[in-house]
């Protein structure tokens, strides 16, 4: 995993992502689900090409259902943006690595 992508748990996710000074994509996963083992190395791409206006978090869904409840993440992988604490968009399923690209550059207007 790459150094840019920080692990989240419910108790660290509101100083980890609500209270970080930079955007945070939000990889809700699971160890079992195929979709999320095939989007984790592109995810690890992005997190250098966008390493200065982006963090990348992960959170095992598994073992952190306070947080899927609270943003009612109902299928896996899905992909939450946070800015400046609040939820900005979301993608839901595999994506492909340009799709991924536009969205965060769409969402932070680079």
Known sequence: MSS????VT???FEADVLQSSQAVLVD??????????M???LLADLAEEF???LRIAKVNADENKQHMEKYSVRGLPSILLFVDGVERARLVGMQSK???VTFIEDQLEL
């Open 4 to 7: 840019n992508i920080i692990t």
């Open 28 to 37: 809700f996963w699971a160890p079992w689900c195929m979709p999320c083992k």
């Open 39 to 41: 989007l984790a190395p």
């Open 10 to 12: 419910d108790a660290s």
């Open 98 to 100: 340009t799709r991924l």
């Open 51 to 53: 390493h200065d206006t």
